[in-house]
Nanobody, 115 residues
Framework: QVQLVESGGGLVQAGGSLRLSCAASGTIAGINVMGWYRQAPGKQRELVATITRGGATNYADSVKGRVIISRANAKTTVYLQMSMLKLEATAVYYC?????????WGQGTQVTVSS
């Protein structure tokens, strides 16, 4: 089993910055890809960014240039540094980790961008 715990969400003004963290625990040796997804009210969950154990990254077009994903702590923690936040970034952000082909999700952390 893999447990994911997110932190760092909150209220931020448009144009501001925020860093999300996600710590993995449990059977973590088999985790390869970790990432962040978000779900805005009334919308489907969508990809924000992913990072492999080797450090290869992938970003949604909508966040490129404003978001950086990274991993640390023996690859067990994943961060999402967000800057120049827009109102449409308001959503619940979920941490994701693939143990083999099995996805695991965190409980989500709310990010609210105000004008």
């Amino acid at each position: 089993q893999v447990q994911l715990v997110e932190s760092g969400g909150g209220l931020v003004q448009a144009g501001g910055s925020l860093r999300l963290s996600c710590a993995a625990s449990g059977t973590i040796a088999g985790i390869n890809v970790m990432g962040w997804y978000r779900q805005a009210p009334g919308k489907q969950r969508e990809l924000v960014a992913t990072i492999t154990r080797g450090g290869a990254t992938n970003y949604a077009d909508s966040v490129k240039g404003r978001v950086i994903i990274s991993r640390a702590n023996a690859k067990t923690t994943v961060y999402l540094q967000m800057s120049m936040l827009k109102l449409e970034a308001t959503a619940v952000y979920y941490c994701n980790a693939y143990y083999g082909i099995e996805p695991h999700w965190g409980q989500g952390t709310q990010v609210t961008v105000s004008s």
